[in-house]
T-cell receptor, first 119, second 111 residues
Framework: QVQLVESGGGVVQPGRSLRLSCTAS????????MHWVRQAPGKGLEWVSL????????YYADFVMGRFTVSRDNSNSTMFLQMNSLGPDDTAVYFC????????????WGQGTLVSVYS | QSALTQPRSVSGSPGQSVTISCTGT?????????VSWYQQHPGKAPRLIIY???KRPSGVPDRFSGSKSGNTASLTISGLQADDESDYYC???????????FGTGTTVTVL
């Protein structure tokens, strides 16, 4: 069955960096666009980033402001999110999600990884 | 890109129907038939319940239905059950450089 597993979260000081990973199994990873979505404590879902199936196209929410970089390694069925210059507002659970082709929806989600930014 | 607007909360008794609205603009909800809805229980990952405005994935009860009129999409839950008590989010394709936007979220309470 389809499985997405995030890792790499943790506690980090403001201004530092963190790299999240999302490892996929149970489907042909290289044929799907993948997304990062985050959720601050007690808040709603917030779209973060998208990488196309081949890694050639990447898009980000406005709040990223050049601080985050999404990438993927199709040979290892893994997506990454490099997060730099982290601030307290980046504290959230970060989910990875698969996007179904053509109709723009997420049919599979990981369990999330918590990123906490504080000094 | 601003979040789509949803009511903060809606409630209903078991067996009743509730409807959650999701208001955007012509640049997102109104411009494309790419609205989906997700249910999220506390501490869990979101679960897809509606896609492409009104389509249900396999395994989702037909008590859940979606629709759209102009810039507003809606999710209706009929025959409300205790397990429907959860947070619900709409989501849409948004033209331009951002491309995706979530709703503000709605908490459904079963009285």
């Amino acid at each position: 069955q389809v499985q997405l597993v995030e890792s790499g979260g943790g506690v980090v000081q403001p201004g530092r960096s963190l790299r999240l990973s999302c490892t996929a199994s149970g489907f042909t990873f290289s044929t799907f666009s993948m997304h990062w979505v985050r959720q601050a404590p007690g808040k709603g879902l917030e779209w973060v980033s998208l990488v196309s199936h081949d890694g050639d196209e990447k898009y980000y929410a406005d709040f990223v402001m050049g601080r985050f970089t999404v990438s993927r390694d199709n040979s290892n069925s893994t997506m990454f999110l490099q997060m730099n210059s982290l601030g307290p507002d980046d504290t959230a659970v970060y989910f990875c999600a698969r996007e179904s082709p053509f109709l723009v929806y997420h049919d599979s989600w990981g369990q999330g990884t918590l990123v906490s930014v504080y000094s | 890109q601003s979040a789509l607007t949803q009511p903060r909360s809606v409630s209903g008794s078991p067996g009743q129907s509730v409807t959650i609205s999701c208001t955007g603009t012509v640049r997102d909800v109104g411009g494309y038939n790419y609205v989906s809805w997700y249910q999220q229980h506390p501490g869990k990952a979101p679960r897809l319940i509606i896609y492409a405005v009104n389509k249900r994935p396999s395994g989702v009860p037909d008590r859940f239905s979606g629709s759209k009129s102009g810039n507003t999409a809606s999710l209706t839950i009929s025959g409300l059950q205790a397990d429907d008590e959860s947070d619900y989010y709409c989501y849409s394709y948004a033209g331009g450089h951002t491309l995706r936007v979530f709703g503000t979220g709605t908490t459904v309470t079963v009285l």
